[in-house]
């Protein structure tokens, strides 16, 4: 009777064993880092896009898209922010602005008939700017409406359609955690031999919600694939130290 218990308690620890062998596996898959993203309905950002070498490079700290969006809406939202964008520094940057805009007018790259959108536009001083030099037709987006100069919209996923506008401005390229993205909706949305201006920071780094740094404007040429670069020059725009300009190349038709 002894001998067959012993024999059963072998027979009970085995197939313990077994189990807890072919279980460990399970439990490191269901206890890993990249599961638990899986579990929590946001969207992974992929490896291969958090680093890159050379003179762009993306911020690392994202752990999904939904993750990034909201770190920027905590700048957007920021009441103390949006007062000064709406009180102390509203005529200050419409001025700046515009000095900007009334410059590209007398090269030729910005007229009174250009139908003009600002990316990443805040409250919209720089529509404000267009439209008080002349440029009537011009609207921003942001990722939060403030009506009636900029509409909601997403950089990444511009909510227009195609060959839609003559003049495109942003100085917000620092944000973007898609670059490539970014430029193939400005590409997309800009007419054939339509203008686009870039206000960036080659000099220093950006402010803390920036989600990419530049180190030259090479990149900014190799991702416009669709267009020819006019020029590149410094500027200073609030704390942004160069410009640089593009123009969509037209249709050749056979």
């Known amino acids: 009777m002894k001998t067959v218990t012993q024999t059963k308690r072998r027979v009970i620890i085995k197939y313990f064993l077994l189990s807890l062998f072919f279980s460990l596996p399970l439990l490191f898959f269901l206890l890993s880092p990249w599961t638990s993203l899986r579990r929590s309905n946001t969207t992974p950002i992929p490896e291969k896009l958090t680093s890159r070498s050379g003179d762009l490079r993306i911020r690392p700290g994202y752990s999904s898209y939904e993750n990034y969006i909201?770190?920027?809406?905590?700048?957007?939202?920021?009441?103390?922010?949006?007062?000064?964008?709406?009180?102390?520094?509203?005529?200050?940057?419409?001025?700046?602005?515009?000095?900007?805009?009334?410059?590209?007018?007398?090269?030729?790259?910005?007229?009174?008939?250009?139908?003009?959108?600002?990316?990443?536009?805040?409250?919209?001083?720089?529509?404000?700017?267009?439209?008080?030099?002349?440029?009537?037709?011009?609207?921003?987006?942001?990722?939060?409406?403030?009506?009636?100069?900029?509409?909601?919209?997403?950089?990444?996923?511009?909510?227009?359609?195609?060959?839609?506008?003559?003049?495109?401005?942003?100085?917000?390229?620092?944000?973007?955690?898609?670059?490539?993205?970014?430029v193939l909706e400005i590409e997309r949305t800009l007419k054939p031999g339509g203008v686009c201006v870039l206000h960036v920071a080659l000099s220093h780094r950006a402010d803390k919600y920036s989600a990419n740094d530049l180190y030259s404007s090479d990149p900014l040429v190799k991702m416009f694939k669709r267009s020819d670069l006019v020029h590149v020059k410094k500027v200073d725009g609030f704390g942004l130290d160069t410009e640089v300009l593009f123009r969509k190349r037209e249709v050749k038709r056979l």
Request: net charge neutral; aromatic share 12%; hydrophobic share 35%.
């Open 70 to 182: 909201q770190k920027q809406l905590n700048k957007t939202l920021n009441p103390k922010l949006r007062q000064i964008w709406t009180t102390r520094d509203w005529e200050r940057k419409i001025r700046v602005f515009a000095q900007f805009f009334e410059e590209l007018k007398s090269r030729r790259l910005l007229s009174n008939d250009s139908k003009a959108l600002c990316i990443g536009a805040r409250v919209g001083q720089e529509v404000e700017a267009l439209r008080r030099i002349g440029v009537g037709d011009s609207v921003g987006i942001d990722l939060v409406p403030s009506p009636p100069l900029v509409v909601k919209g997403d950089f990444h996923n511009q909510p227009f359609e195609n060959d839609t506008f003559d003049f495109e401005f942003s100085n917000v390229f620092d944000h973007a955690l898609y670059p490539e993205k970014f």
